[in-house]
C-alpha cells in the first residue's frame, strides 16, 4: 500500500522560480500546485487543499504575510513557509508571530528548504495522531473511568462486569498507581448497589490509633477528644460499597476484630453497647501480593479467605505500553481544563521519550508527569525540554535498571536524584513492599510515604 504524496502549494508571481521550486520538491516526492499571486492561491486552497503551504513575501495584489493571514484564519493548523528576498529581521518576527512555520531568504538554501518541508510533514503526522487518538478516546478509549483499550485492559472491563453482577467480596491487587480505587469504584457503579454510597477508607493513611474508630465508629467519651457519637465506615457504607485499601498495612490486632464484623454482619462502636447491622458489600485492595503478605505474617489467612471470593488483579503501565498514547492524550485534554492552557498533545520526540520509560508509578506517575509538561508547555507541542530529568535521561526507568542489575548513576547526578532512584529501584525489587524497602534502605515506612509523597507517587 503506497502512502499519498503531501501536496505543496508554491505561490510566488515570478514564473521561473514556481517552475524552479516545482521540480525541486517534486523530486523529493512532493506533489504540487502552484499559484501566481496570492488571490489566486487562496482559490487553490479551497480546490486542491495542499497539507504546506510555500509564499513568496513581495506580490503585486496580496502580500505573502496578507496571505498568510488569511490562510491562518482558515485553518490555523496549516504550515506555511515564506521566502523572499528583501528579508529583514523585522519581517521575520512578524512572519513568525503570525504563525508562519519558517521564514527563508533568496537565494534558497534547498538543503534547509527541504529540512523545514520535512519538519512541516512531522507536526502534521503528530497533529493527525493526536486528532485520531482525540476521536478514539470520544468513541471508544475505555470503560467507565478508565482509558485504554488494549488486551490487558480488555480482560480487565471483562472482569469488571463479572465482579459487579454478584454481591461477593472481592481483592483487587496491582501495583501502586494502577487504579484500584477506580476498579472499585467501577464495580460499584455497574452493581445493584450504584444507588447506595462508596466508602473507601485507606489503612495506610490512617494512624494506627484512630484506624479502630475510624472503621467501628466510637461513642461520646469512648476516649480522649471524643465529643460525640461518630458513625464508622460499616455504618456509613450501609446499602452501598465499602472499599479496605492497602489491607495488608491494617494493624494485626485489628484484623480479627475485622473478620468478626464481616461475619457477623453487625458492628459495635467504641465504648457502645449495642450492635447495629449493615449491608455492605466489602472489597480489599493491596499492592502487594496478598498471598505473600499472608505467608509474611502482615494479613492473616481466614481473613484473606474471607475476602478473596473474586481477585482481580490491574496489570502495572509497563504491561499496556499500548494505552500510553490514549492515557498521554487523555490527560492533556484533563489538565488543559484545568489549568486553562492549550497544549495538543507529545510531539514525536516527548512522546518516543514517554514510550521508552517504565513508568514505575504507574498512571499516577504518568499524570503527574503530563501535567508538569501541560504547564510548562502552555500551548502547543510536549517537547523534550518539558519532561522531568529522569524521563528524558533515557534510561528507561528513571535510573533504576532492572531488578538484580547494578544501579548505574551517570556523573554528576544529585544526591536528591540518586537517592530517588536507590528508592524506586528497592520499592520494584520487593514487589512495592514499603515495609520491607523500608527495612533494606535502613529507613522507616514513614520515611519512605514521605518520600513516595514527594515524588508524586503516593
Same mark, same amino acid.
Given at each position: ?6 501536496? @505543496? ?27 501566481? =499571486?496570492?488571490?489566486?492561491?487562496? @482559490? ?24 498568510? =493571514? ?9 504550515? @506555511? ?22 521564514? $527563508? ?10 529540512? !523545514? ?10 497533529? =493527525? ?19 485504554? !483499550? ?43 448497589? !450504584? ?66 464484623? $464481616? ?77 486553562? !492552557? ?10 518516543? $521519550? ?90 522507616? @515506612? ?13
Amino acid at each position: 500500500m503506497t502512502t499519498a504524496a503531501t501536496k @505543496v502549494l508554491v505561490v510566488d508571481d515570478d514564473e521561473a522560480i514556481r517552475e524552479v521550486l516545482a521540480a525541486r520538491l517534486q523530486g523529493w516526492g512532493y506533489a504540487v500546485a502552484l499559484a501566481a =499571486s496570492g488571490e489566486e492561491a487562496e @482559490v487553490q486552497v479551497g480546490r486542491e487543499r495542499p497539507a504546506i503551504v510555500v509564499s513568496d513575501v513581495v506580490m503585486p495584489d496580496a502580500s505573502g504575510l496578507e496571505l498568510l =493571514s488569511r490562510l491562518k484564519a482558515g485553518d490555523p493548523h496549516r504550515p @506555511v513557509i515564506l521566502i523572499t528576498a528583501h528579508g529583514t529581521v523585522e519581517t521575520a518576527v512578524e512572519a513568525i508571530k503570525e504563525g508562519a512555520l519558517d521564514f $527563508l531568504t533568496k537565494p534558497l538554501d534547498h538543503d534547509k528548504l527541504k529540512a !523545514t518541508l520535512e519538519a512541516a510533514e512531522r507536526e502534521i503526522d503528530t497533529r =493527525s495522531r493526536s486528532r485520531r487518538l482525540t476521536d478514539q478516546l470520544a468513541k471508544q478509549g475505555g470503560f467507565l473511568d478508565f482509558v485504554g !483499550t488494549s488486551a490487558p485492559m480488555r480482560e480487565i472491563y471483562e472482569h469488571l462486569g463479572e465482579v459487579a453482577a454478584t454481591d461477593a467480596p472481592a481483592f483487587i491487587t496491582g501495583e501502586s498507581g494502577t487504579g484500584k480505587e477506580l476498579a472499585a469504584r467501577a464495580i460499584h457503579r455497574l452493581g445493584r448497589r !450504584t444507588e447506595g454510597p462508596f466508602v473507601p477508607v485507606n489503612a495506610a493513611a490512617i494512624p494506627k490509633e484512630l484506624m479502630e474508630s475510624e472503621l467501628f465508629g466510637h461513642e461520646k467519651g469512648a476516649f480522649t477528644g471524643a465529643t460525640g457519637l461518630r458513625r464508622g465506615c460499616f455504618e456509613l457504607a450501609d446499602g452501598g460499597t465499602l472499599l479496605l485499601d492497602e489491607i495488608a498495612e491494617m494493624p494485626a490486632e485489628l484484623q480479627p476484630k475485622l473478620l468478626r464484623v $464481616l461475619e457477623d454482619g453487625r458492628v459495635r462502636r467504641l465504648a457502645g453497647s449495642t450492635e447495629h447491622a449493615f449491608d455492605v458489600r466489602v472489597l480489599a485492595s493491596s499492592n502487594q501480593e496478598p498471598r505473600a503478605a499472608v505467608a509474611a505474617g502482615r494479613l492473616r489467612q481466614d481473613l484473606f479467605y474471607r475476602l478473596n471470593v473474586f481477585t482481580l488483579h490491574l496489570p502495572p503501565l509497563r504491561d499496556r505500553k499500548g494505552d500510553l498514547p490514549l492515557l498521554i492524550q487523555h490527560f492533556v485534554a484533563t489538565l488543559n481544563d484545568k489549568h486553562g !492552557t492549550a497544549v495538543e498533545g507529545p510531539g514525536e520526540e516527548a512522546l518516543a $521519550l514517554l514510550e521508552a520509560y517504565s513508568w514505575p508509578g504507574n498512571i499516577r506517575e504518568l499524570r503527574n508527569v503530563v501535567e508538569r509538561a501541560v504547564v510548562l508547555a502552555k500551548q502547543g507541542w510536549i517537547e523534550p525540554s518539558h519532561l522531568p530529568p529522569y524521563v528524558r535521561s533515557g534510561d528507561g526507568a528513571g535510573g533504576a535498571p532492572a531488578a538484580g542489575g547494578a544501579l548505574n548513576l551517570p556523573p554528576g547526578v544529585t544526591l536528591a536524584e540518586a537517592e530517588r532512584r536507590l528508592i524506586l529501584r528497592t520499592l520494584e525489587e520487593t514487589g512495592h513492599n514499603k515495609a520491607e524497602t523500608a527495612r533494606r534502605l535502613g529507613l522507616d @515506612v514513614k520515611t519512605i510515604r514521605n518520600k513516595l509523597k514527594a515524588y508524586g507517587l503516593a
